[in-house]
């Protein structure tokens, strides 16, 4: 039978259950938030840094399904700086990165200023502090997903990244969700 979950990953957890690597074992695991049946995949990742919707699942053919490149995953993206029309712009037609050391144009995608700070739980760890000049917030919405690919957009396109949350996966949504915790599903609505 199969088992679905979400789950609000918090800062400073791997999207996954366990490493082998050395400089990882100070590092916390998805594990130790819901003790998830065996078999569990994370659909996709958030890094370390990134916090938000993060779906799992027993069923290999649903995680292929959903991150296959059709189903939208839009993310609230506080920026530094007071994001422009032109960098908007920049970021909706496709933007040149760099992954694995090769020049990559993201495709199209939805982009646009929020007109308002979203209402978020707390961060562990903060920001920055407000004298360090203006923030701002996005919406980006992306059907791709490449290493780190949100915050080398706004990056390259003039506004870096200070805290990336990822709000929504298809119909799927974070809501009123807290950091770490886990609702079981029937099923995702995609």
């Not at 929020?114 to 903060?126: D, M, V, W």
């Amino acid at each position: 039978m199969y088992k679905h979950f979400k789950i609000y990953k918090p800062y400073g957890f791997l999207s996954q259950f366990i490493s082998n690597q050395k400089k990882q074992e100070k590092s916390h695991f998805l594990g130790e938030l819901f003790n998830f049946p065996e078999g569990t995949m994370s659909i996709g990742r958030l890094d370390k840094d990134s916090e938000g919707l993060l779906l799992l699942t027993n069923n290999g053919k649903l995680s292929k399904l959903i991150t296959a490149g059709n189903v939208e995953k839009e993310y609230y993206v506080q920026l530094d700086g007071e994001i422009t029309e032109e960098a908007l712009s920049l970021l909706r037609n496709g933007i040149e990165i760099s992954i694995n050391g090769k020049i990559y144009l993201s495709l199209p995608c939805k982009a646009f200023k929020l007109n308002k700070t979203p209402e978020f739980p707390e961060r562990g760890k903060k920001i920055r502090d407000p004298r360090h000049g203006a923030t701002s917030w996005i919406s980006i919405t992306l059907t791709e997903g490449k290493f780190r690919q949100v915050r080398k957009m706004t990056a390259a396109a003039g506004f870096p990244t200070l805290r990336l949350v990822r709000v929504r996966i298809g119909n799927e949504k974070i809501e009123n969700m807290l950091p770490g915790e886990v609702i079981e599903k029937e099923f995702f609505e995609l």
